[in-house]
């Protein structure tokens, strides 16, 4: 798995390790973002559908949500009213 070192927002770095290839988003963009919809038989225990800044769904700051998982939190919200 090659690693690399890449700049942060807030012009920390990290190193980050994976594969070469770049995700895409469903939509075709370059996926910059990972769903973080809860899925206990992941072993990551999340999501992962990738996903660009545009297909995101913001729920809280730092999670993001694919439209699947955004609509089952909206009909979550909904339910709880």
Do not use: F
């Not at 206990?40 to 996903?51: A, F």
């Amino acid at each position: 798995m090659p690693c690399e070192v890449t700049t942060l927002p807030n012009r920390g770095r990290a190193i980050v390790c994976g594969s070469r290839r770049r995700q895409r988003c469903a939509c075709g963009n370059l996926s910059t973002r990972l769903c973080d919809w809860k899925v206990p038989g992941r072993r990551s225990g999340t999501c992962d559908k990738p996903l660009c800044r545009q297909c995101t769904h913001e729920p809280a700051p730092d999670k993001d949500l694919c439209p699947n998982h955004a609509a089952e939190w909206k009909a979550m919200q909904e339910g709880a009213r």
